[in-house]
């Protein structure tokens, strides 16, 4: 009797060694190992930059963050936020890009580099329609949908509103004036769209709108010929008469404006920290 109670006592000692084994193992395999564990804040920003630099996007973010999250104070954690921004538009996650941006603005607007969220925030905008097929095939701009447009229009306008004297405000004037004038074609081709309708009415309000509110843009000759168009439809021919004649005089005068080239490509980059002087701390 006693031998089979030393036996059980020795099997359940032996399942309870192997249990912890067990948990203790699955614990260790539970923890990844973290190579930034223990850095520094110069450290994580270092190496992050460093990512950015060879074009590792995602993981340059990832530092970024981890930065942010374990020194929060500081101008490494301020500088990550607009990295993070750039390193987002440059991963092709503008929703990202444009929130980190954002959080910037809030978190930091006196910062003497808080011109830079908001022309980055255009740049997202600007550039967010554009599809890949675009980058490589040539398309009307004014074809797209206008949402993304409008939005970088407001923000160029929100920049050179707020600062005037900035570095970025000579690209976002250039960047606005091809936006509008997209955005006037834009109308322009709708009224196209609804004469093929046989929506007259329709038309003529969108040729009027595009005269009225985008005047010196090279669209303005289009709203008129469609505004001749859909007079003539509608058997209103003195109003016809009167839209053919303001575009035979602009025309014989040469007052109707070319379209703009594209402004060139993005201009700016991440490197901030070149005038904060991060990389020597």
């Given at each position: 009797?006693?031998?089979?109670?030393?036996?059980?006592?020795?099997?359940?000692?032996?399942?309870?060694?192997?249990?912890?084994?067990?948990?203790?193992?699955?614990?260790?395999?539970?923890?990844?190992?973290?190579?930034?564990?223990?850095?520094?804040?110069?450290?994580?920003?270092?190496?992050?930059?460093?990512?950015?630099?060879?074009?590792?996007?995602?993981?340059?973010?990832?530092?970024?963050?981890?930065?942010?999250?374990?020194?929060?104070?500081?101008?490494?954690?301020?500088?990550?936020?607009?990295?993070?921004?750039?390193?987002?538009?440059?991963?092709?996650?503008?929703?990202?890009?444009?929130?980190?941006?954002?959080?910037?603005?809030?978190?930091?607007?006196?910062?003497?580099?808080?011109?830079?969220?908001?022309?980055?925030?255009?740049i997202i905008n600007y550039n967010r329609s554009v599809g890949f097929l675009d980058r490589y095939i040539p398309t009307?701009?004014?074809?797209?949908?206008?949402?993304?447009?409008?939005?970088?229009?407001?923000?160029?306008?929100?920049?050179?509103?707020?600062?005037?004297?900035?570095?970025?405000?000579?690209?976002?004037?250039?960047?606005?004036?091809?936006?509008?004038?997209?955005?006037?074609?834009?109308?322009?081709?709708?009224?196209?769209?609804?004469?093929?309708?046989?929506?007259?009415?329709?038309?003529?309000?969108?040729?009027?709108?595009?005269?009225?509110?985008?005047?010196?843009?090279?669209?303005?000759?289009?709203?008129?010929?469609?505004?001749?168009?859909?007079?003539?439809?509608?058997?209103?021919?003195?109003?016809?008469?009167?839209?053919?004649?303001?575009?035979?005089?602009?025309?014989?005068?040469?007052?109707?404006?070319?379209?703009?080239?594209?402004?060139?490509?993005?201009?700016?980059?991440?490197?901030?920290?070149?005038?904060?002087?991060?990389?020597?701390?």
């Open positions: 009797m006693r031998r089979t109670l030393t036996r059980l006592a020795t099997l359940l000692l032996i399942a309870l060694l192997i249990g912890t084994s067990i948990c203790a193992c699955s614990a260790f395999k539970g923890k990844e190992f973290d190579e930034t564990e223990g850095w520094n804040a110069s450290k994580l920003y270092a190496e992050a930059a460093s990512e950015m630099d060879s074009g590792g996007y995602k993981k340059a973010i990832e530092l970024y963050e981890k930065l942010e999250a374990r020194y929060p104070f500081g101008r490494y954690a301020m500088q990550a936020q607009l990295d993070v921004a750039y390193a987002n538009y440059k991963a092709e996650e503008p929703e990202a890009a444009i929130a980190a941006a954002d959080r910037f603005i809030k978190l930091y607007p006196q910062n003497p580099f808080v011109d830079y969220a908001y022309f980055l925030k255009g009307d701009p004014s074809q797209r949908d206008p949402g993304a447009a409008l939005d970088a229009f407001a923000d160029f306008s929100e920049l050179i509103k707020r600062f005037p004297d900035s570095k970025y405000t000579p690209d976002a004037r250039q960047r606005m004036v091809y936006l509008r004038n997209n955005l006037a074609q834009n109308e322009v081709n709708v009224a196209r769209y609804y004469m093929k309708r046989q929506a007259y009415v329709a038309a003529a309000n969108r040729a009027n709108f595009v005269i009225e509110h985008f005047q010196r843009t090279s669209a303005v000759k289009g709203a008129l010929e469609v505004l001749v168009a859909a007079y003539k439809a509608l058997g209103e021919e003195k109003l016809a008469a009167d839209a053919q004649r303001v575009l035979d005089v602009n025309r014989k005068a040469g007052r109707f404006i070319s379209n703009d080239p594209a402004p060139s490509e993005l201009g700016v980059t991440r490197k901030l920290w070149d005038y904060i002087e991060l990389d020597k701390n």
